[in-house]
């Protein structure tokens, strides 16, 4: 009988990729992980020094390799890019990491790859949605990061303003992963409760609220102002993500998700909870929104769709 092993290809080892396969060897996560950069040499450097955490975690073949490497994985994360520099938006990226994006998805595809792709490079959306096109994929087998991280930013907000744990407050930021995106208050929960209930006697007002959603916005900008990038949180969110699909959990996490009708929206990726499992996205999870954030996730849609179109034509 041949055993089940289970492989991942990291596409672009930066500091949110070799971040990313850091936390992968910390949860043990795949027994095969090849790592692929144009820059081969800190690839090897870097496969070189994450073996060395096998013997206190757990037996993993950990290379560097390339596209040829990628035919037989089961998941791709493609970190690769351009990187936000301070004063930037991730919307000014695009043209660029556009132009990186087709040269990784042609010859990732051209390996033969037909697993699960999940793109991490800013502006998030709207390269996941170049890569859905370039590959040709299913839309349910290439989605992206989201607003993972910043719906974990806004637990870990919320739950220093009300002295909850994080994991125990369901709340999502929605839209874009970037200057658009929003918290859907009016549906957030702790513990089974309305959470504006749970925030108005805690003594926080929509003010309050407001000023946290925009601390969430912005804490990026605040982390790349200060150490030069964000790295940690968003690799993270990225092993959540992969455990959902290498072990098929039907798990709902907050991601860049292909809408089908979902908020009214069509041929889009945007950041809304979802299902996901060994297929990919299972289905989108819509959040129901009040009218203020049903305009707002519109908008985000919008501002998302022309950059996308300005991009493509571009290229």
Do not use: W
């Not at 549906?187 to 925030?199: N, T």
């Amino acid at each position: 009988m041949t055993l089940q092993r289970q492989k991942v290809a990291l596409i672009g080892d930066g500091a949110v990729g070799s971040s990313y396969a850091y936390a992968m060897m910390q949860q043990g996560l795949a027994e095969e992980f090849v790592i692929v950069d144009v820059i081969k040499e800190r690839t090897e450097g870097d496969a070189l020094d994450l073996e060395d955490a096998q013997a206190f975690t757990s037996p993993k073949h950990v290379y560097s390799g390339d596209y040829a490497d990628c035919k037989d994985a089961d998941l791709a994360v493609i970190t690769a890019g351009a990187p936000q520099k301070p004063g930037e938006t991730r919307l000014d990226l695009v043209n660029k990491n556009l132009k990186i994006m087709k040269s990784i998805i042609d010859p990732l595809v051209g390996s033969g790859f037909n697993g699960v792709i999940v793109v991490a490079a800013n502006p998030v959306d709207i390269l996941t949605y170049a890569a859905q096109k370039f590959s040709g994929f299913p839309k349910n087998r290439v989605f992206g990061s989201g607003t993972s991280l910043d719906t974990s930013r806004l637990q870990v907000a919320l739950g220093k303003k009300l002295q909850v744990s994080p994991q125990s407050i369901s709340a999502y930021i929605l839209g874009e992963h970037g200057d658009s995106e929003f918290a859907a208050y009016s549906a957030a929960q702790i513990g089974g409760r309305p959470f504006l209930d749970v925030a108005k006697e805690a003594g926080l007002s929509m003010d309050n609220l407001k000023e946290i959603e925009d601390q969430v916005r912005h804490k990026a900008y605040e982390i790349i102002n200060r150490k030069g990038a964000t790295f940690y949180g968003v690799a993270t969110c990225l092993m959540r993500i992969s455990r959902a699909i290498l072990r098929d959990e039907n798990a709902v996490l907050p991601v860049g998700a292909p809408m089908d009708g979902e908020y009214g929206l069509h041929d889009v990726y945007i950041g809304s909870p979802a299902v996901v499992n060994a297929s990919g996205i299972q289905k989108v999870v819509e959040v129901p929104l009040n009218a203020d954030e049903a305009a707002a996730m519109k908008a985000s849609a919008e501002t998302l769709q022309k950059t996308t179109a300005d991009g493509m034509a571009e290229l």
